[in-house]
């Protein structure tokens, strides 16, 4: 057990153990010479010789501070101590030389009692070193533990000594002084190692033995003194410091235990403190029966006055580490936000008011954030700029809000915004801002991504009775929000309830089966020449309660009740027919119909959509099957052989909601696919100006051509963006601007066109 430094330069290691065994040979020599001379004490060994040894082991103190620059206060003060003590020995055999008497106390005892204050510093310092937080419990430990000690002594020990030993009581005093000293190092070790987490370290040990065979070696000199003749008392006292200053020293050597990783402090323990008030107590309860001195009287009251103090000092330090857990606990690591368990806290107390029916009613908003597409910035840009994002939100959102507005992050990578006296107004007024905030780019490292969020908003006491509950409604929110790829959402009892949706999902298996759906078209329009070129069908339900319901709402829960290959067979069918209906007025406009990746991944699919195009007698090319980006990427390579074996078949198809999510155009350029659409989200903002956003649908444009693409343009809401891509060079456009999704009958299919691009300009019937 070397330790780090010694190891470094194994000659060294090799050169200091070769000393502290001779060291110790020697002292066992010693051991063996004070027991065959008896009671003869020799000058030049007992004085001379162990004054020189001592000065060896203080020495090597000293050599240890040399040694370890930057960590050199604790060998320096055990060097100080050790120094100390030798030079005692020395004086004193200076002062006995040649036989005369040394009165106690003398000027020895100044050197000999310097050692304990040295040594009590270097202990504290390397308790320090080892445990940050308990230091000061620590030295009033100490001190009350010396103090206690004293005081007993000074009420039961002193004044029999002074009667059996018939010695000065001034010699008796600092004789004292010495076991009372070794005691409260003792203590201070013996705490510490209590407290110190981990296993126990040979360092402590080598000092605890150390100061116990300095208190045995002192007591015994205490029991001789003076001139008794106690031979086994002599022989200990004799050989306990040098013993004592060699342990210490060497104990410098010994790998300390350094700053305990992942393992809690212990609270410093209460045995010591207890101990000192209670001997405290004892003496002046003692006092009021029998004399005791004065001093006594002190040193008890002056025990129990420290006590106070080591209580006071534990209770301070017990509540500030208690904030420090409470604040850690409520803490999310990464963000520096409010964690869940915040959250909970904060609804909790809402709800607890809300139950009182003393205090006025107040309302609570309740946003529950989601980031879209997250996962795919973990994947394309790594998990560090996925930390990196979540940690920027925090200072970003919450500029926005209120200061009684509390941001947590609620998990992974969603939020939670608790917003105070809030009607559902103000809430979603809230959720509007934070998307506008959420929406601008955020710089990791040396790429800026933009992202969007989805939010659920509840609101208590109106939507839930609990906490649990409150954040079930905003989650259910957020996930309607997710679907309808909305931004926001507030919870609705009619759709999000769970009894509900039992009952819907039962009301959409009859739909179902007796297809009792309708489908509105909307126009796609050929920028170049204004022609309606196509039109994507887009399902609704109507409902007898909810009325028209749209497909966002209801498609998930087909989805889980595995409706969506008969839904999809609907579709198909009745697209299909209305596609048949318009041929046979004289108008060829194919249809497309948007599937889910559940479709897809059904082997019947394919036979059911020939099936379907051979029934109304119309070519492959009458049909267009859009796919979502995001589901490709779910199973790209199966995905992959099925839009293979479509397009065989002559069915066009697109890339849905493109620019939504984050997957390269060229790893979808792979497949065999006809049409990209780009999503609203990807083209809203190009008309004002933004040169980046610009630029990039410019050049995915140009890309979808080179891979062989028609690009569609969706969500196209205003004259200025039709505008801006009939520029851009993209093929065709859909949205409000030209037309709303409408059932067949109402669509003016007519060109609509009055002058070319860029000053197209279109005409619709839709409000
Ligand atoms: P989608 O395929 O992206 O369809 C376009 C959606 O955007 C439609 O919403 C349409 O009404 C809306 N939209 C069109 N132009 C604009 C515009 O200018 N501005 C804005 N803000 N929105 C516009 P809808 O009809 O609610 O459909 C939502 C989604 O439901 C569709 O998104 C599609 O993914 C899914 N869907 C619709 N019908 C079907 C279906 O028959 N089968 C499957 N599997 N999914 C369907
Ligand atoms: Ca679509
Ligand atoms: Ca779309």
Known sequence: MISADARRAPHRGWLLWAVYGVLGAVLLAYLVSLVVRADNSSELVDGWLVAAFEFVGSGLCFLRAWLSPGRRAVPLAFGVGTLSWAVGDLLLTMESSGGATVPTPSIADVFYLGFYPALYVGLVLLVRRQARDVTSAMWLDGIVAGLGAAGVCAAFIFGTLVRTTGAD????????????????????????????????????VFIAVACAVNAAGDTANLLKAPGGDFGFATIFDAVAWPTAILLISLALWLPGRGKAL??????????????????????????????????????????????????????????????????????????????????????????????????????????????DHFKEINDSFGHSAGDELLRQLGPRLIGSLRSTDVLVRVGGDELGVVIMDADIEYATAVARRLIAKLEEPFVLDAVSVRISASIGIASAPTDAGDSAGLLRCADLAMYRAKLRASS?????????????????????????????????????VNLGTGEVTAVEALLRWPHPRLGLVPPLDFLPLAEEAGLMPLITDWVVDQALAQSATWRAAGRDVPVSVNVSVSNL???????????????????????????????????????????GELRTLGIGVAIDDFGAGFTSLAYLGTLAVSELKLDRTFITGIAEGADRDLALVRATIELGHALGMRVVAEGVEDDATLTVLGGAGCDIAQGFFISHPMPAADLVLAAVVVSGPPQLSVASNAG
């Open 488 to 524: 926001y959402e507030t919870y609705r009892k009619d759709i999000d309830e769970d009894g509900n949706r039992l009952r819907l999902v039962e009301e959409l298996r009859t739909a179902t089966q007796e297809g009792r759906f309708l489908l509105h078209f909307q126009p796609q």
């Open 169 to 204: 009581p001034a010699a008796v005093a600092t004789n004292l002084a010495y076991p009372m000293g070794d005691l409260i190092l003792l203590a201070l070790v013996v705490g510490v190692s209590a407290i110190l987490p981990g296993r126990r370290n040979a360092q402590w």
């Open 601 to 643: 991944l059904d082997k019947r699919f394919i036979p059911s959509v020939s099936e379907a195009l051979g029934r109304h007698h119309l070519p492959g090319s009458a049909l267009t099957v859009e796919i979502t980006e995001t589901s490709i990427i779910s199973d790209f390579d199966e995905c992959k052989r099925v839009i």
């Open 262 to 371: 992942g393992v809690a402090h212990k609270a410093p323990g209460m045995i010591l403190p207890a101990l000192g008030a209670a001997s405290g107590l004892a003496i002046l309860l003692f006092g009021s029966f029998h004399p005791v001195s004065a001093v006594a009287l002190g040193l008890a009251t002056a025990t129990l006055v420290v006590v106070g103090l080591r209580f006071w000092v534990s209770v301070v330090q017990m509540r500030a580490l208690t904030h420090k857990r409470h604040r850690q606990a409520v803490t999310d690591d990464l963000t520096g936000l409010g964690n869940r368990r915040q959250l909970f806290y904060l609804l909790n107390d809402f709800f607890a008011d809300a139950a009182d029916p003393t205090t006025p009613r107040r309302d609570l908003g309740l946003l529950f954030i989601d980031l």
